[in-house]
């Protein structure tokens, strides 16, 4: 009997072979050797085929667990905006196959170091002023980020984060004070300035270009939702961390860039209070891909994420409860799991 590892890789060869077979037969490609690129947090995968014209790239979007319809209709209308996202060259929305341009090598958080993080993220915060203000979309529903959806995917940070990575065992007490904290956050973030919100707007889904231009990835699901969460995505990013100060100062110059008639202090308490929004989503979403999905990559990166959380909920009286739940709990328990991990 196939293990569900086994029974997946079969699944996932299956799904090479037919994207290899469309894209020779309806895309005139020349013997398409797909190479494998690193993946996301999803179900989807990238290939690089190279040909005498040059290399492109190929998607596999599984139709029983990803939706091509969005992923399409958002590229077209972002380029159409001004913005630079792949072109989609073909594309077999019932199977999930894409062919698209090849943005090339040169990731953001790859590129970023101490000298020129300014003007990079500047580039990036110039792109996300336009995104942000980006018309309909043809084709597709964005759909609101409302503080129902908010909250019931906080939830699912208990449920994953806490007591299926962690194994916590919740008092009622400190359930109480979680959903409570849950609710205040996405009532906080649903009184913000809403936006065309890209959702995962950081540095592994962006792509330096000439010029320094940035090049946009992995936007399919964009909502309407608050005016700091891609800036605190590409800022307080889960993948690499900067000065408090420097952020505080790009976070500030955005807020200038939108012409935003709010204090320093306010705005700022949007963007410590996002962030733990996020931070609390992107826990649960590193937690699930390893005790659903068997993949471990992302969980080096829970103890930068953790770090984040600790700075914003100590600034808050509303997060008071909570860091120091974070403290005497949850960072106790996040450091006896690595350590049985490491071991």
Not at 25 to 41: F, M, Q, R, V
Not at 182 to 194: M, N
Request: net charge negative; aromatic share 12%; with cysteine.
């Amino acid at each position: 009997m196939q293990s569900l590892i086994e029974q997946a890789q079969e699944n996932m060869n299956d799904r090479q072979q037919l994207l290899s077979g469309w894209l020779k037969k309806n895309n005139n490609l020349i013997e398409p050797s797909l190479h494998l690129l690193a993946g996301d947090a999803s179900f989807r995968r990238y290939f690089r085929i190279y040909q005498p014209a040059g290399s492109f790239i190929a998607m596999d979007a599984p139709p029983e667990k990803e939706n091509c319809v969005p992923y399409v209709a958002i590229a077209r209308a972002l380029r159409s905006h001004g913005l630079l996202t792949p072109d989609i060259i073909a594309e077999d929305v019932p199977q999930g196959f894409l062919l698209l341009t090849d943005f090339g090598d040169r990731l953001l958080l790859n590129e970023l170091n101490a000298d020129n993080v300014e003007v990079l993220y500047i580039q990036a915060l110039n792109a996300l002023a336009v995104l942000q203000s980006c018309p309909e979309v043809t084709g597709w529903q964005v759909p609101p980020f409302t503080i129902d959806f908010m909250h019931k995917e906080l939830k699912l940070f208990q449920e994953w984060y806490l007591k299926n990575y962690l194994s916590l065992a919740l008092s009622a007490a400190a359930e109480n004070m979680l959903d409570e904290l849950f609710l205040f956050l996405a009532k906080t973030a649903a009184s913000q300035p809403q936006v065309f919100m890209h959702r995962d707007y950081h540095s592994a889904n962006l792509m330096v270009l000439p010029n320094n231009q940035i090049g946009i990835l992995d936007f399919q699901d964009a909502f309407i939702g608050p005016v700091t969460y891609d800036l605190v995505s590409l800022l307080r990013d889960c993948y690499v961390a900067w000065p408090i100060k420097q952020i505080s100062q790009l976070a500030l110059h955005y807020r200038d860039q939108l012409h935003l008639a709010v204090s320093d202090a306010e705005f700022l308490r949007w963007f410590d209070l996002m962030g733990l929004q996020r931070h609390l989503k992107t826990l649960l979403t590193f937690a699930r891909k390893y005790c659903r999905d068997g993949n471990a990559q992302y969980l080096k990166h829970i103890p930068r994420t953790l770090n984040y959380m600790m700075y914003e909920s100590r600034q808050y009286p509303e997060c008071q409860e909570f860091y120091y739940f974070l403290r005497e709990n949850i960072m106790p328990a996040q450091q006896g799991v690595m350590t049985i991990c490491a071991g």
